[in-house]
């Protein structure tokens, strides 16, 4: 399979990014991870990002959990950042980018686990505790939905849209959605992807997302999102915190507050109505009432 891998030279002096990647292997693959705070943390936080973003979306919030004395594990997803891009769209599935991250939980061996989670990172994400549930004790959870094969018209607009954009502007859509945002921040959303060839990943999520009205009810994702909505209603003994970017007009109030109900112990969501579907954008403050929620703050 033809495999791209970013120039390291796109990700030099990104505002707000001095983090370097550690990498890791799967299935052929390099696997950017950024790992910061003491290895022997009590606490470790996996931050998992969704489509078109990376890590970067991370940057308000790592440094939150990093002042408390937390890890931070925040990879990039195969086919974004700073991870090996499969020229072929047909690279990607549902299965392969949930075994990634299943294979990076076991390869890092996480115990104590602040699953924080958002968009594509939830969809993906939400499935994991279930195949290991002893390494995961807290949740952060942010505009994202499960797997269950019910999909919004307002999802189903946005894929359309998407399929229109084989090169997409990805730093102007994270900077639509959040007008106070830089030139150089902008950039660094578009930094993993110097050319169209670079986003073959972009261009294959949308259709990835568990639809039973366009795969069928058997569909590829659609079994194991009703497991893990299963697991959270019924299994889950951990703590929980939610915050809602209430400006998100496919993945915002309504759908997350009936996620909440979802989740065994939820407590009331923190909505911030100024916020869109890229909630970390807004994340410092997120980060800082999740950890007060955990008992996890210094000072």
């Not at 969704?50 to 991370?58: A, C, E, Q, T, V």
């Not at 969809?123 to 549930?133: N, Q, R």
């Not at 909505?229 to 915050?243: I, N, Q, T, V």
Request: aromatic share 10%.
């Amino acid at each position: 399979m033809d495999i791209l891998r970013t120039p390291d030279e796109r990700f030099a002096g990104l505002p707000g990014w001095p983090y370097e990647p550690h990498y890791l292997q799967h299935a052929g693959f390099r696997v950017a991870v950024v790992d910061e705070g003491p290895r022997d943390a009590a606490v470790t936080v996996l931050c998992l990002h969704g489509n078109p973003s990376w890590s970067y979306l991370w940057r308000h919030m790592l440094p939150v959990f990093t002042a408390a004395g937390l890890r931070v594990v925040a990879p990039d997803l195969i086919g974004f950042g700073r991870s090996d891009k499969p020229l072929d769209e047909t690279a990607h599935s549902f299965a392969f980018h949930r075994g990634m991250l299943l294979d990076l939980v076991e390869q890092l061996d996480l115990h104590n686990v602040l699953l924080a989670v958002q968009d594509w990172g939830g969809i993906l994400g939400l499935t994991l505790p279930m195949a290991v549930p002893g390494r995961y004790t807290r949740l952060l959870v942010m505009n994202t939905t499960l797997a269950t094969g019910e999909v919004g018209e307002g999802f189903r607009q946005w894929r359309e849209y998407a399929r229109t954009q084989p090169d997409l502007a990805v730093g102007r859509l994270l900077r639509r959605g959040k007008r106070d945002m830089s030139e150089a921040e902008a950039a660094a959303y578009d930094a993993p992807f110097p050319d169209a060839r670079h986003k073959a990943a972009l261009r294959a999520f949308p259709d990835l997302v568990p639809d039973a009205a366009t795969m069928g009810p058997d569909g590829p994702g659609i079994a194991i999102g009703r497991e893990a909505a299963a697991f959270w209603r019924e299994r889950w003994r951990g703590e929980s915190f939610m915050a809602i970017g209430t400006g998100d007009p496919v993945l915002g109030g309504p759908p997350m507050q009936a996620l909440a109900r979802t989740i065994r112990g939820c407590p009331p969501p923190l909505e911030l109505p100024e916020a869109g579907h890229f909630v970390q954008e807004w994340g410092a403050p997120i980060a800082r009432a999740a950890l007060e929620r955990f008992g996890l703050a210094r000072g």
